[in-house]
């Protein structure tokens, strides 16, 4: 009897330790709401946050910040308070009821766990911070906040769904605010000049923001623009005349003068407390978008440069090997494969379109050559001809510069002499539920020639509908270079624990047939932390679908994971340190120089503090 109780002792102790550590282990500060997340320069701003593990933090870790944050420490962090969409407020009614307009109070947020005050110069440039949260149990997530010149104004605590309480707006304005409540839409109304342009454009920002398209769980706004009903027909309602959807951006211009309405609302008609979004309201409209970035990555819409300069970049880092020796199945195909030639110092020479748009062929060009032309008019056709030997092995990458799908679609193909198609950046493959087959247009297209011999290269938009003199294209052919195109690493902060191991995963993107290993090495590690290599389990990856040529659009990937290990006695860090993480190439038993892949935030936890203020100076967190 007495062992079992012994043994019944020893479990208790066991899963109080276990929850202890738990508890311990899982009280990283967190973010979950942050109210505003802009300002307008010349003013103090208060930002008030909600979210987890808030009760001990102690500092606030600004990315490459220039102004002072600082914790107010009149509000000291506490459970108490739950953080919004957390608990059910019902509305107040009273005061500021009107039955005439429908006011009323919207639902209140509960009190804010922490609050921190910055001061923004009138001369500050605009800028965009990511702010963190510092305590014992590591750091947080970033979240964003904006310098801005513009106004920045908040939405009222009461209900404005209808023409009559619209919330007026200036022109230029970014309005922050919240659909607190399903089905819950807010209208702002704005007053407009005959001949005006307006760029409209917001964000997403809380709980499980989304962008892009989805049906499953998460917060997405969407707008639309109304004017007042001016006739018999239309009556009191309001008339749409625009929507921003996916994304949420919107140009407009006004022949008329007068009011107009802007509505915001969740896109299945979500609503919760922490589902916040910014509206931003400018006279600019050809002013770059704030919130939605113009696209500078191949994941974009065609909008990465392609500077002259391009081949000597992509040899940047890579371990050159003069003549690597063909692979077996291609000798045996009897395809064998060329050699790479280190690029010269030289520039990508540039070809200016000079034809008329009649669909001529513009001119013969050498490989490389980076071809600079418009698609000026519907049914305009450029042709470019060149040559190519058997077993050449080329790159076509497509920039527009101006406008953008779904304007301007550019449709690159590349013809043999009798008209055939040889490649083509219009990627066939099936998605959905398995039996649906999208097209897809790609940036960039990889082929190697089966036959030597004459080629021209086609360029126009996808349809022959469309033409204008900002369907603008810099299309350029060059060889291939085998290389790592990015080291994608998964999380942006590393929480590490004493006597436990952190997994780090990356993916290496290997481009126009890399096929050497890559080394890894991570330095300043805080003390007691090493880092070793590790084998990642592959994911399953289901029921392939079909898909037609992805060779010439897609690369390899392979996965990557090293562990960091903490040591039981190593000393918690009082603030997050930069850890780097940086690559080596190997390639035919030659290593390339180390080059930076990614700087990540790391601390080593230690034990809950019995008590600690706030730090009222808490600015930190330039990267080296």
């Not at 993107?509 to 290599?533: M, R, S, T, W």
Request: charged share 25%; with cysteine; glycine share 10%.
């Amino acid at each position: 009897m007495k062992t079992h109780i012994s043994q019944l002792q020893t479990h208790i102790l066991q899963l109080l330790a276990f929850l202890l550590l738990a508890n311990w282990v899982s009280a990283e500060p967190s973010i979950s709401s942050m109210v505003p997340r802009a300002a307008q320069r010349g003013t103090t701003a208060t930002l008030e946050i909600w979210g987890g593990g808030l009760e001990h933090v102690h500092s606030v870790w600004v990315e490459g910040t220039d102004l002072d944050f600082r914790i107010v420490p009149d509000v000291p962090g506490t459970d108490a308070a739950e953080p919004p969409g957390g608990q059910d407020v019902q509305p107040d009614t009273e005061p500021g009821g009107n039955e005439e307009t429908g006011d009323q109070k919207k639902t209140e947020k509960p009190k804010p766990q922490l609050k921190i005050e910055v001061g923004i110069p009138a001369g500050h440039g605009p800028k965009t911070y990511g702010i963190r949260l510092v305590s014992h149990a590591g750091v947080s997530a970033s979240a964003e906040f904006r310098v801005t010149g513009e106004p920045c104004v908040l939405e009222t605590d009461t209900t404005h769904n209808l023409a009559a309480n619209a919330q007026l707006l200036d022109v230029p304005s970014i309005i922050q605010g919240t659909v607190g409540e399903e089905g819950e839409r807010d209208l702002y109304a704005i007053d407009v000049e005959a001949g005006q342009e307006l760029l409209i454009e917001g964000l997403t920002i809380g709980h499980g923001a989304i962008s892009g398209f989805s049906l499953t769980a998460g917060f997405r706004m969407v707008f639309a623009l109304y004017r007042q009903g001016e006739n018999w027909f239309e009556g009191k309602r309001i008339v749409r005349l625009g929507e921003g959807n996916s994304p949420p951006r919107l140009r407009y211009h006004f022949e008329e003068g007068g009011r107009y309405y802007i509505a915001v609302w969740g896109f299945l008609g979500e609503g919760k407390q922490d589902m916040h979004y910014m509206l931003r309201i400018t006279d600019q409209p050809s002013a770059p978008g704030m919130f939605i970035p113009e696209y500078v990555t191949w994941g974009g819409e065609f909008q990465r440069n392609l500077p002259v300069s391009r081949l000597r970049d992509l040899w940047n880092g890579i371990v050159y090997v003069a003549a690597p020796p063909p692979q077996e199945d291609e000798e045996e195909k009897g395809e064998p494969r060329k050699g790479w030639e280190m690029p010269t110092d030289e520039d990508i020479p540039i070809l200016l379109e000079s034809s008329p748009d009649t669909g001529t062929l513009v001119a013969s060009v050498q490989i490389p050559t980076l071809m600079e032309g418009t698609i000026g008019s519907p049914g305009d056709v450029d042709e470019y001809a060149f040559s190519a030997a058997k077993g050449d092995r080329i790159a076509v990458e497509i920039q527009a510069p101006k406008a953008r799908p779904a304007y301007f679609n550019p449709y690159i193909r590349v013809l043999a002499d009798d008209d055939s198609e040889v490649c083509s950046n219009l990627y066939k493959k099936v998605e959905g539920d398995g039996d649906d087959w999208v097209r897809y247009l790609q940036k960039r297209i990889i082929y190697t020639f089966r036959l030597g011999g004459q080629y021209r290269l086609q360029v126009r938009d996808v349809t022959f509908r469309e033409g204008a003199d900002d369907f603008v294209y810099r299309v350029l052919l060059r060889p291939q270079v085998p290389h790592i195109s990015s080291i994608a690493v998964e999380g942006d902060r590393l929480n590490l624990h004493r006597d436990r191991a952190t997994k780090i995963k990356m993916t290496v993107h290997q481009e126009e047939g890399f096929k050497g290993d890559v080394a890894f090495i991570v330095e300043n590690l805080p003390e007691g932390v090493i880092a070793l290599p590790a084998a990642d389990v592959e994911p399953d990856k289901g029921v392939p679908f079909p898909t037609v040529h992805p060779e010439w659009y897609e690369g390899k990937k392979r996965e990557v994971a090293l562990q960091l290990l903490v040591a039981p006695d190593a000393p918690p860090t009082d603030r997050p340190r930069w850890i780097e993480i940086k690559a080596r190439q190997i390639a035919h038993g030659r290593v390339g120089e180390p080059y930076s892949v990614r700087k990540i935030l790391a601390t080593v936890t230690g034990p809950a503090p019995a008590k600690q203020d706030p730090v009222v100076d808490a600015t930190e967190g330039k990267a080296p």
